[in-house]
């Protein structure tokens, strides 16, 4: 839930997060404007389009996550999020949430926000130390591993 706002409109914390890490390690202020223009997985890479270096991206967690989730705390859904979850449901279409973001959080907010009843599944990182997604694109492999391991048919 963190980053994009599918659900969850933490856009703007996202980015302060990051100006706040920007910071700490010493890197110019990107604002919310340049934050959307460069923002790409992997992680990495949007971490070095705006000047900032890869030893310090690795560490950068322990700085940004503690300071989004102060000001994602009380996020609101993203408009329109919750009556989508609920027409799934109604018309039996399992939802799953596919995130960068770590289980305990994710559920965190979903409780908070009476979400917890629309999402079937949450393929997320365990914790904070697995930080694979910062150095590549995994997430096409979970979900492909999750289709597979579920035998879902996916249009075939």
Same mark, same amino acid.
């Given at each position: 839930? *963190? %980053?994009?706002g599918?659900?969850?409109?933490?856009?703007?914390?996202?980015?302060?997060? *990051?100006?706040?890490?920007?910071?700490?390690? %010493?890197?110019?202020? $990107? %604002? !919310?404007a340049?934050?959307?223009?460069?923002? /790409?997985?992997?992680? #990495?890479?949007? @971490?070095?389009?705006?000047?900032g270096?890869?030893?310090?991206?690795?560490?950068?967690?322990? #700085?940004?996550?503690?300071e989004y989730?102060?000001? =994602?705390? &009380? =996020?609101? *859904?993203?408009? %329109?999020?919750?009556? /989508?979850?609920? @027409?799934?449901?109604? &018309?039996?279409?399992?939802? #799953?949430i596919? +995130?960068n973001?770590?289980?305990?959080? $994710?559920?965190r907010? !979903?409780k908070?926000?009476?979400? +917890?009843?629309? $999402?079937k599944?949450?393929? +997320?990182?365990?914790?904070?130390?697995?930080?694979?997604? !910062?150095?590549?694109?995994?997430?096409? =492999?979970?979900?492909?591993?999750? $289709?597979?391991?579920?035998?879902?048919?996916?249009?075939?």
């Amino acid at each position: 839930m *963190t %980053g994009n706002g599918t659900l969850l409109a933490d856009t703007k914390a996202v980015a302060k997060a *990051t100006d706040f890490a920007f910071k700490h390690f %010493g890197y110019k202020s $990107i %604002g !919310l404007a340049q934050y959307r223009k460069t923002f /790409t997985v992997p992680v #990495i890479d949007f @971490w070095l389009t705006n000047g900032g270096k890869k030893e310090d991206m690795l560490n950068e967690h322990n #700085i940004f996550f503690p300071e989004y989730e102060r000001l =994602a705390k &009380n =996020a609101r *859904t993203r408009a %329109g999020a919750k009556n /989508t979850l609920r @027409w799934l449901k109604n &018309n039996h279409i399992k939802a #799953i949430i596919y +995130s960068n973001h770590t289980f305990n959080e $994710i559920h965190r907010q !979903l409780k908070r926000l009476g979400l +917890s009843v629309y $999402i079937k599944t949450v393929l +997320s990182r365990k914790d904070m130390s697995d930080q694979i997604h !910062l150095l590549k694109r995994h997430k096409e =492999a979970k979900l492909a591993d999750y $289709i597979k391991n579920t035998n879902l048919n996916h249009g075939k």
